[in-house]
């Protein structure tokens, strides 16, 4: 059964901007958070635009990211962006990225290198075999739904990849396979009304197909 959100209720979600360690190829998950680049940065100002080019009155949303330095730096400069104080938003450990356990820092050549057999099997059941010392997406599902659970109010998020593929999917009641196969867009925007994915990237805006 697909997850939904309350009746009436728009979400607004995001992935930070790239992070050093994006560009390095790394996993960070929850125990790793390099800085945005100035790439990242740019593309936490591009979400403020598109956001104003969507007429969101971000003050009158519930702003939250996940505690993590990354994702918060990106609402800090939409935020910033939009005219409104850098603080002023809550933070949400249910937000927070899949737990890399112990490839943490590593590129995936390096974590499947250090027990091949692991690796494949993880990666042939994401959904229920956890990373060594991490989390199974099953894991990332739950506290996902906890947090849809919760909303109450229209809600501009910023969160991270695995974090926003996992509820995309749920969102759409799509297949493990078909969750594992979505992308990790950075500067685009989401919106979710009616329990519908919209993805919304510049361009979008730029030609007025929002």
Known sequence: ???????????????????????????????MDTPLT???????????????SLGIDLESCFNVASPLGRAKATLEIIR???GLPRDGYATDERLTEIDYGSWTGMTHAEARA???????????DRWNVPIPGGESYADVARRTEAWAASLSADTFAVSHGVFTRIFRGLLEDLTVQEISD???????????????????GIEECLTGEN
């Not at 997850?3 to 930070?16: E, S, V």
């Not at 867009?185 to 919209?198: A, D, H, S, T």
């Open 182 to 200: 979505l992308d990790e867009p950075q500067g685009v925007l989401f919106r979710i009304r009616q329990n519908r994915v919209e993805r919304i």
């Open 38 to 52: 100035n790439k990242g940065r740019q593309q936490a100002r591009q979400i403020g635009d598109i956001a104003r």
């Open 1 to 31: 059964m697909p997850l939904k959100l309350k009746p009436g209720l728009t979400l607004y979600i995001c992935r930070h901007g790239e992070t050093e360690a994006n560009v390095q190829g790394r996993v960070q998950g929850r125990l």
């Open 114 to 124: 250090l027990d091949p057999t692991v690796y494949d099997a993880r990666h042939a």
């Open 80 to 82: 910033e962006g939009m």
